[in-house]
């Protein structure tokens, strides 16, 4: 599960795009695994996940050649595994960037929401670099990428609906069905949203200021002590002198 400063990223960013906090939080706990950062090189970096074949069909001649013969391009898909570890990845990444940098950036799915690389000018994005900026300007920049494709694709109403079948479909491809994709999200959903209706009580009541009663103010009336020695002192001494208290 994501920690506390990523969901408050997360339900952030969906509040300035108008989206249920937890619909997205759903989508990105299914493409990520409730992880959003691994620890690369003692830095904390998005997940990335690279295609063989993506790579090998941005590629020509020469570059082509060495990048199969390294074991990182492929016609078919799925042919070149990922290692098991996210650093390891990032290795093999910076591999098949050394043969050509953009390519090998647009043939990783990257960050919480497992966007292409490939995406970056149909998202809008002036270029792949813009868009792996994006992925590693922290959970924020994550989310703010996987927002971009679900308005681009146009499956804002479907997440706003839950429908998890039509979002599925779109996010995840025809073949959604076969590792349960919309029931993961379901269920994820129904987890975010009953965790939000129970903090909300929880955070009014926080913020909630007790009313103060103000106590009546009463008037003093007892006579100061200074002031009534003071008469009984002149009172004394104009007797004693035969003339009026001054």
């Known amino acids: 599960m994501f920690d506390q400063d990523t969901i408050t990223e997360i339900t952030a960013v969906a509040a300035t795009l108008g989206l249920e906090p937890a619909a997205l939080l759903a989508v990105a706990e299914v ?21 063989g074949h993506y790579f090998d069909k941005r590629l020509s001649g020469d570059k082509k050649l060495q990048a199969r013969a390294a074991g990182l391009a492929s016609p078919l898909a799925g042919a070149v595994a990922n290692p098991r570890t996210q650093s390891a990845r990032w290795k093999l990444l910076a591999r098949a960037a050394a043969i050509d940098r953009a390519a090998a950036y647009e043939s990783v799915s990257w960050g919480i929401g497992q966007v292409m690389g490939a995406h970056w000018a149909w998202l ?9 900026s ?21 499956l804002k109403a479907a997440l706003a609906a839950h429908d998890w079948h039509a979002f599925a479909r779109g996010y995840n491809g025809p073949q959604y069905r076969r590792n349960a994709y919309h029931s993961k999200l379901a269920e994820a959903y129904r987890r975010h949203a009953a ?26 009336t007892t006579p100061k ?15 004693s002198g035969g003339g009026k208290p001054r």
């Open 134 to 154: 994006e992925a590693r300007a922290g959970a924020g920049g994550q989310v703010r990428l996987m927002a971009r494709f679900i308005g681009k694709a146009g």
């Open 195 to 220: 965790a939000a209706r129970t903090q909300k009580p929880q955070q009014e009541a926080a913020t909630r200021q007790p009313v103060v009663t103000p106590k009546p103010v009463v008037a003093d």
């Open 225 to 239: 002590k200074s002031t009534a020695l003071g008469l009984l002192a002149r009172f004394f001494s104009a007797i």
């Open 31 to 51: 493409e990520s695994g409730g992880k959003a950062f691994a620890l690369v090189d003692g830095k904390p970096e998005p997940l990335i996940r690279f295609e």
């Open 124 to 132: 809008g994005y002036s270029s792949v670099d813009a868009l792996v």
